[in-house]
């Protein structure tokens, strides 16, 4: 009950297990073909490029960012928590000349402030972080992406931490660029990261492409200042995964069995319902630790569905608290990084773990246990707010 990795749906760890086959296998194309189409319906779009890149989430940012930006490019980066600053450092790693505008951490920019800085800076790119794990709260996306259509700035988003959990609509916002992960809410491990370009963004990486000297044809393009790195060069992963089927890594294949059962998952349930089961089962969690009389940190209107940020109350040690969760009963949940570090903990309800007896269970052990720590926690509280929450919902 972490902000992710979380438990992976058993579906997803059984679709790892399968046999192994190679990239050229007619069995494997299918499946990158259909992985591709299934991630259209996570991702909202109709962008014929989505597919993924093999990695970490980080490995899809550092893709989306390398293959979009060329050294001395103007990228814009406002920072609302830890992986705002991640976006900052992968594109200044660019090369690029990056500006930054930043709010306090539990909060989000309105809209206004984040265009106004594209007005100030003009700049080639925007990166932004959707729902930032790091605070809790989502950033809302749709007014800036269509401001960014406007100028013809390139829109840049990481959608790790909520993509699936969270309202995203990718080419109704007038997204560019998103990258996510599958260990929050797409209920699976670390280890694939599902990416999408509008035909905008294809046709800036399109124009830096150079097949590696190996492979390319006489008459292939070669530029003068290719992508800065091979492994998450688009161009040539588009050309893999695209009709050329043109040779680049080896494919991690039990990863794209993996990612494509997590997408399954998503699209047999609808994305709708998906958001709405983390809705309820988030609210649920953040309504039981309301009961116990703990205070909820972060902006609440902007807060993720499927994290919930909650200070560890005066006088209890809150390692103490996760190590005794952890040890008598096996749930683990989150702590949390600079400013925030020791004042709060980060309770997650998603992917395979947004469920009502997992946001139960949870607030039974984390009342015992915080009342051993020696808070004056109410009896039951934790559990009757969590219900008085599901039975209003209803
Ligand atoms: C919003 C966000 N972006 C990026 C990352 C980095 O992902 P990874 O550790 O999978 O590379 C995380 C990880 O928690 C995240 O929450």
Redesign the pocket.
Known sequence: MG??PITADPRVLRAMSAALVGQYDPAMTAYMAETQELYRGVFRTANAATLLVDG????G?EAALVSLIEPGDRVLVPIFGR?GF?LQEIAARCGADVHTIEREWGTVFPPEEVIAALDAVQPKLLAL?H???STTVAQPLAEIGAACQERGVLFYT?V??SLGGNEFETDAWGVDAATA?L??CLAGP?GSSPITLSDRAVAVIAARKSIEAGIRDADSQVVAHPIRSNYFDLGQILDYWGEKRLNHHTEATSMLYAARECARLLVEETMSVAVERHALHGGAMAAGLAGLGLELFGDQDHRMNNVIGVFIPAGVEGEAVRGALLADYAIEIGTSFGPLHGRIWRIGVMGYNARRDTVLTTLAALEQVLRRAGAAVPAGGGVDGALAYYGSAE
């Open positions: 902000p992710g970490t989430s980080r490995a940012i992986f991640l972080v729902g930032d794990t990481d790790t931490a992960g260990q929050k670390s």
